[in-house]
């Protein structure tokens, strides 16, 4: 029976039921050919530019492994502490869908090349939760469907669809964890931390550039809902495509509600895609999930199994970098930070652009000041998180560089950001169109503060008189009429001087 139901309250969800998670992460590895071609990898080319024969699924022409994307999925795999296969093949998962050239994807089944691993995940106040990985396996990202004329950018309402193959064949690995029990209030939390510490793992190793705004990691959230007296799990549903971590937890919360309202209600849960709208944090129905049997998996008979060497995967094993959280430790203690320092900076995801800003150039107190005030309130007003704002660490490190050898002040500083946020360029150049250098030039500096003298008689009076703290009014004007590009502490030097104090 289908009910509908408002949101159950959180709390009373908490008290009826156990949330079960399962969380499966799509990572588009950062190679320069495709997974089965030689067309190349970009993101934002011309649509149907970056296509051939065998991405485009044409009869005759026959798929080749990128060794480069094998390596890759094998270091995830030992990154998150998996097993890796002696012997594993690639397999056809036959489904329909129009940005799919072929009719099926050529992915992995039930021999994926790494298996049974495991991630810590630090959640905010410090408890680790350890998420157990079911199995990393690689396949082929399908193409892109535009749907037009709708509100909502999905079909439902659009008036046409355009279909953009050039991802078609992208290599992907998809991480699909074990169920996540146990975790009760905290499950939307662990959702975020677990995304979120495995997109720094896969950033670390440099095998992808993890911009869940371009869809290079998408995440998948399974959510069901066990009575607090039952033995198995659930119907469990499938929010497809979340792309930030914000909304992963959001979505989660919102599936907790709204099982727990269905259930409470008598009604039961529908096995299902949903898809999460960002502007009111819900999820609406998709279509009814299949199970592994309706994709009528067998073997690709055009590729033949992959046998890695134990020796090839040892030597994968010495390129593994430093792990996140061991380079989190070694940057507290090298910044001379707190727990409740670094717990904050982690909070908001700034570590890790702080680290950026100072391998720079930076310091990092100069560096933790720009990330965690200016940056994070525009993060947060934008909606985003840190690391996605169009703004790189390097970019950061060259506006502090250039408030340090006096070509801008701090204010000038924040215009400049601002530019660099709003998309006009390398810092440098904003400050080019913008005019925003420091006026270092004692004759124009000495001209309006002889101005602003000869404006306030009653003040330079004051100033002659001893009373030098008055200069401040003087040094006012004249930032005003410079505009703030005048160097602060030279103007009082000059209100000084030429009110002969």
């Known amino acids: ?29 950062s190679t320069n050919t495709k997974m089965f071609c030689g067309c190349p990898v970009a993101f934002g080319a011309e649509p149907n530019t970056l296509v051939c024969p065998t991405c485009l699924g044409l009869p005759g022409a026959l798929p ?49 090349i790494c298996f049974n691993g495991w991630l810590d995940v630090t959640l905010e106040d410090g408890t680790v939760v350890r998420v157990d990985i079911e199995r990393a ?27 953009d193959y050039n991802r078609a064949g992208v290599p992907l690995i998809e991480i699909v964890t074990k169920p996540i029990v146990g975790t009760g209030a905290r499950a939307p939390e662990v959702a975020r931390s677990y995304v979120s510490a495995l997109r ?16 290079s990691l998408r995440c998948d959230a399974n959510v069901s809902l066990m009575a607090k007296d039952a033995t198995e799990f659930g119907t469990r549903t499938e929010t497809k495509n979340v792309n930030s971590l914000r909304s ?56 033949v ?55 720079a150039g930076a310091a990092p107190a100069e560096a933790r000041a720009w990330w965690v005030s200016h940056l994070a309130q525009e993060a947060n007003s934008r909606g985003v998180d840190l690391g996605d704002l169009p703004i790189t660490p390097a970019q950061v490190a060259e506006v502090i560089k250039l408030v340090g050898d006096g070509t801008l ?47 306030q008689p009653d003040v330079a009076e004051k100033i002659r008189s001893g009373k030098v703290q008055a200069a401040g009014a003087i040094v006012g004007a004249v930032m005003k009429a410079t505009k703030g590009q005048a160097d602060a502490k030279r103007v009082r030097e000059l209100v000084l001087e030429r009110s002969g104090a």
């Open 64 to 112: 080749v492994v990128n060794e480069v994307a094998v390596a890759s999925a094998m270091r995830i795999g030992l990154a998150l502490n998996c097993e890796v296969a002696e012997w594993c093949r690639f397999a056809r998962k036959n489904y329909f869908y129009p940005d799919m050239p072929k009719n099926f994807q050529t992915s992995q089944y039930d021999e994926p």
């Open 305 to 359: 199994p992959i046998a890695p060497s134990r020796e090839w995967v040892a030597q994968l094993r010495t390129t593994l970098p430093e792990r996140p959280e061991e380079r989190r430790k070694r940057i507290q203690a090298e910044w001379n930070l707190t727990d409740l320092e670094l717990r904050d900076l982690l909070n908001v995801g700034a570590v890790d652009v702080i680290a950026a800003t100072v391998e």
């Open 409 to 455: 002040t701090n204010k000038l500083a924040r215009e400049v950001v601002e530019g660099v946020l709003a998309g006009e360029g390398e810092p440098g150049e904003v400050v080019e169109k913008r005019g925003l250098k420091v006026v270092s030039d004692d004759s124009a500096l000495t001209a309006a503060v002889d101005e602003a003298l000869a404006a």
């Open 200 to 215: 720094d793992l896969l950033r670390a190793l440099d095998v992808s550039d993890v911009r869940m705004d371009q869809g």
């Open 1 to 29: 029976m289908t009910v509908t139901a408002e949101l159950m309250d959180y709390d009373e969800v908490l008290e009826r039921f156990d949330p079960v998670l399962g969380l499966e992460v799509h990572v588009e590895l």
């Open 137 to 163: 396996h690689m396949e082929e990202d399908t193409g892109k469907s535009l749907h037009v004329g709708g509100s909502t950018g999905r079909i439902h309402g659009a008036e046409h669809s355009l279909l």
């Open 248 to 303: 992963v937890e959001r979505a989660v919360r919102h599936e907790m509600g709204r099982q727990g309202a269905i259930l409470a209600a008598g009604g039961t849960i529908r096995q299902e895609t949903r898809h999460f709208d960002e502007s009111t944090g819900s999820t609406a129905a998709g279509r009814a999930k299949e199970t592994s049997e309706d994709y009528r998996y067998f073997p690709e008979p055009d590729l």
